[in-house]
C-alpha cells in the first residue's frame, strides 16, 4: 500500500455515521461502508475481546494481536473495552504502511476519539508505549513490518485478523501466517475475523483451530470466531 495519501486515499462516511478510507487504487475500504465501527465492534470486541473475557471471568489482563494496525478504530474501540471491564490489555499490532498523523487528524476530527487516536498514531514504534486510560492500563506496541516477516508475542490471548480481503490481499490468509498465531496461543485463545470465506476457515481448521462460523455485522452473513482448544 505504498500510495501518495494526498491523491488515492478518500475519507468516507459509512451508514453508522463513523469513518472509513477508501482506496481506489485497490477498490478497497478499510471498514464496511454499512457501518465502520459497528463493524469493528461486533467482529472484534463482542465476538473477541468479549468473548474470551466470558471464557476468562476474572481475567485481570489480555494480550491482543492485531494484523493491520490501519485507523486504529479496533484499538481505540479495546480501550473502550478496557475502560468498561477494567482488564489491562497489552495490544500489539502490525502494520507495514502506517497511515499519516496528519490524515488520523481528519480522519477522526473532533470525535470523542481524536485525543486517544493522536496517542496512538503519534507514539513511537518497536516499544512499548502506555495510553493513559481512567480505569485500567493500556499499552501498545507497534511493529512496522510486513506481516509475513513480522516477529509474533511469545503469548497472545485474542487474534484481531483485519488484513484486506483474501482478493485483495494474497499471502495473508493462510496456513502459513495462520501457524504462527496458533502457536503463540494458550489454551482457550481466540482469533477473530470478518472474513468467513471457505478458504480461511478451512486454513484454520488445517493448523489445530476449532472454527465456528457466526452471524456477521449488518449487511455481513457471517464472520468466523476460531479457537485454540
Not at 513480522?150 to 490468509?173: M, R, S
Request: glycine content about 8%; hydrophobic content about 40%.
Amino acid at each position: 500500500m505504498t500510495h501518495d495519501e494526498t491523491v488515492e486515499v478518500r475519507v468516507v462516511e459509512t451508514e453508522d455515521g463513523s469513518r472509513t478510507l477508501y482506496l481506489p487504487g485497490m477498490d478497497e475500504t478499510y471498514h464496511s461502508t454499512h457501518g465502520a465501527m459497528t463493524e469493528s465492534s461486533h467482529v472484534y470486541i463482542q465476538n473477541g475481546l468479549d468473548f474470551w473475557l466470558g471464557e476468562n471471568p476474572g481475567a485481570k489482563s489480555v494480550r491482543v494481536f492485531e494484523m493491520g494496525l490501519g485507523t486504529g478504530t479496533n484499538a481505540l474501540l479495546a480501550m473502550d473495552w478496557c475502560e468498561r471491564t477494567g482488564c489491562a490489555v497489552k495490544f500489539y499490532t502490525v502494520e507495514k504502511f502506517p497511515l499519516s498523523e496528519t490524515l488520523m487528524r481528519e480522519y477522526w476530527g473532533d470525535t470523542v476519539y481524536a485525543e486517544r487516536s493522536e496517542a496512538l498514531h503519534a507514539s513511537a514504534w518497536e516499544q512499548w508505549v502506555d495510553i493513559p486510560l481512567s480505569s485500567a492500563p493500556f499499552s501498545v506496541f507497534k511493529h512496522k513490518r510486513d506481516i509475513q516477516e513480522a516477529q509474533v508475542p511469545d503469548t497472545v490471548d485474542v487474534v484481531f485478523w483485519d488484513a484486506f480481503g483474501p482478493n485483495k490481499q494474497e499471502g495473508v490468509w493462510g496456513v502459513e501466517l495462520f501457524q504462527p498465531m496458533y502457536d503463540a496461543m494458550l489454551e482457550g485463545g481466540v482469533f477473530v475475523t470478518y472474513s468467513a470465506a471457505g478458504d480461511v476457515k478451512r486454513a484454520l481448521q488445517q493448523v489445530g483451530f476449532g472454527v465456528k462460523k457466526l452471524d456477521g455485522p449488518p449487511y455481513k452473513r457471517h464472520m468466523l470466531l476460531a479457537q485454540k482448544v
